[in-house]
């Protein structure tokens, strides 16, 4: 095992809310520190300076502030002991940006070494194959930079539209996902496949894989099923944190704030392995290529993966190809407060605390660090996580170059819903032009959706 592995997940350790805690503890203001003027003491205009913001220019010896006004320049100095409202603080910007930068983040697994080198090569040849044998389809809004390889957006199931054989699962709506986001619904879902796992582990894929062909692409459906067997105890170990971690969402765990719990052990969170031996899982699998010219660049935006009545719980990617002239890229992720971090927070807040932690905290999310994608590495994490690929950039001096990489999504185990083995290919029965119209409408509703999708704010104690 090389030292860049971290093929085990690791609960939630309270450091950030540690941090948060002892920064703002008796926290005296520091030059470069933004304060509201309207919320400070300060009687304004007759200090000299206009209503808004100020900047801490300086601090005396014995406390003064020299402010200077954001708008305007003007500059006044005010007596140490005077209320000031400080709503940013750079020192404590960077130990978020510390966090956001931590090389092991909490419930992410990954790995260097779990899958044998004559695998690769055979995936890598059975990838390069569909790409020279399938038409080129850029995902939408990407330029060129972006071709989608195997795409579930494609040819998904439409309610009251796709063709369907026997039953499909049936069960009520929550209104909450498994992570305590609000529960979506949508007549497009994206299609899973069974993968059987055997008792050992192995996996055998039970059926098609939506837009790959088995019979032009069959050797590659096997090797995905092989790569799956390959990752499984990754992903094991991420359903151990989904199902050892509980997250703070406003009135669903308690009605008040002040039932949230009081933590006596700031231990991280144990996580056990959940295994999924001698069942049958339901994955969603991806297949894209990134290509990148001379001084182009890809950055993503921050997302959870699907809607929820897809019930993804966990991502696996597996970089099956990067060339050493790309830079950058990694996976950045950061996650809602959990029930405990909640409950820390809420019973040990200092009341004279600087606003800029009360900002922190309703921004309602948490960074948890950051992981770097070279070629060969799997990346498994829980749906829980907000996530984004960071910019990847070519190298000076380079033509371009290119990424592909590998994505199982995996759905609940405890939740069934629509699958291959219910609806057949689309492919025959649905016009292209009429399946690159549902993925328009497909993305764009999955965009709306996103953009208020996770921050939770945590209120805290006045006591």
Known sequence: MTPTDHPTATGTDFSFVRALLEYGEEYEPQPGDTIDLDLSDITSPVDGLPAGEATVVSVDDDGALRLRAVAGGQETTVDGDTHVAITDSPAARAIVEAH??????????????????????????????????????????????????????????????????????????????????????SRYQWLPTPFRIAADGTTTIDGYINNLDAARHGDLQGDLGRLFTCVLPLVESVLGYVAATRFWTEGSEVEHEGELPRVKSLAPVPVAPRSLRGRELQVIPKIVEYRLGAGETHEGVWHVEGMS?????????????????????????????????????????????????????????????????????????????????????????ATGGRRRVIVFWVVDPDVAIASTREVPPQQGTMSREEALAIRLALMEERRLHKATFNPRAVSLCEH
């Open 100 to 185: 956001a930068r931590r090389p092991t983040p909490d419930g992410v697994a990954f790995s260097d070494t779990s899958v044998p080198a004559e695998l690769t090569a055979r995936l890598r040849r059975g990838v390069q194959r569909l790409a020279e044998m399938e038409p080129v389809d850029h995902h939408p809004g990407s330029g060129t930079r972006v071709r989608d390889l195997v795409h579930p957006s494609l040819y998904p199931y439409v309610q009251g539209t796709s063709p369907v054989v026997g039953e499909l699962p049936d069960h009520p709506p929550p209104s909450l996902d498994r992570f305590g986001r609000p529960h979506e619904s």
């Open 309 to 397: 009545h897809e019930h993804i719980v966990a991502t696996c990617v597996v970089v099956l190809e990067r060339d050493a002239c790309l830079q950058g890229g990694e996976l950045s992720f950061k996650r809602a407060y959990t029930l405990e971090e909640a409950g820390h927070l809420f019973w040990n807040i200092d009341q004279s605390r600087p606003r800029f932690i009360e900002n922190l905290v309703e921004e309602g999310t948490i960074p948890v660090g950051a992981v770097a994608t070279p070629e060969g590495r799997v990346v498994v994490f829980p749906n829980s996580h907000i996530h984004r690929l960071d910019a990847l950039t070519v190298a000076a001096g």
